[in-house]
């Protein structure tokens, strides 16, 4: 079976840090990946998303991750972070077979001024 | 632009009451999904559909039923109520394949059942 695992329930950086938001998956083949972002009271929006090719995807807003086959990870990154970043980025793998969709717990960003 | 569209967007219900979350998608999407969201759950599927005429159970379906009448539209049915069900309801759309590989969320149901 298919899982994600976000093991940062929250994050707090200073503004112009860099950031990188921890996912690892387990699945047995190649799945899709997926960061979203939820800003409050909001539904997700796309930042990313992965299934094959270059392992650095780039995103909106300056997000990028990189998939590790090796690893099972699919890491977030964004070199200099803004207040307006803070929200809650969630991991998301589907497994193609399945047209199911799992998603990590999510990892809560504050970005302090 | 992909759309996803949520009816209502909070809902106060009473215990032991039918609910009914709606959800609308102009995507042309196969699938759809219904979704709750919790304080350290993060999203849980509760079910979803390949297209019209079909529903799939998720991971929590007890306590819900869904209905896929066409395309477009998406129900998730709660026939009794409880307190426990008050949560964060998203639905989203997809498709798989290539380009497509992307779900759309819709903005979100608010419900309090009291």
């Known amino acids: 079976a298919q899982s994600v695992t976000q093991p940062d329930a929250r994050v707090t950086v200073s503004e112009g840090a860099s950031l990188q938001l921890r996912c690892k998956y387990s699945?047995?083949?190649?799945?899709?990946l997926f960061w979203y972002v939820q800003y409050p009271r909001q539904g997700l929006q796309l930042l990313l998303k992965?299934?094959?090719?270059?392992?650095v995807v780039q995103g909106v807003n300056g997000f990028e991750a990189e998939f590790s086959k090796s690893n099972s990870s699919f890491h977030l990154r964004k070199a200099s972070v803004h207040w307006s970043d803070s929200a809650v980025y969630f991991c998301?793998?589907?497994?193609?077979?399945?047209?199911?969709?799992?998603f990590g717990t999510g990892t809560r960003l504050q970005v302090l001024p | 632009e992909a759309a996803v569209t949520q009816s209502p967007r909070n809902k106060v219900a009473v215990t032991g009451g039918k609910v009914t979350l709606s959800c609308n998608q102009t995507?042309?999407?196969?699938?759809m999904y219904w979704y709750r969201q919790d304080t350290g759950h993060g999203l849980r599927l509760i079910h979803y559909?390949?297209?019209?005429?079909?529903?799939e159970k998720g991971d929590i379906p007890d306590g819900y039923k869904a209905s896929r009448p066409s395309q477009e539209n998406f129900s998730l049915i709660l026939e009794l109520a409880t307190p426990s069900q008050t949560s964060v309801y998203f639905c989203?759309?997809?498709?798989?394949?290539?380009?497509?590989?992307?779900?759309?969320f819709g903005a979100g149901t608010r419900l309090s059942v009291l």
């Open positions: 998301v793998l589907s497994a193609p077979n399945t047209n199911k969709v799992v």
């Open positions: 699945y047995s083949g190649t799945p899709y």
């Open positions: 559909s390949y297209g019209a005429g079909s529903t």
């Open positions: 989203a759309s997809g498709d798989w394949g290539g380009a497509q590989n992307t779900l759309y």
């Open positions: 992965y299934y094959s090719g270059d392992p």
């Open positions: 995507n042309n999407h196969n699938n």
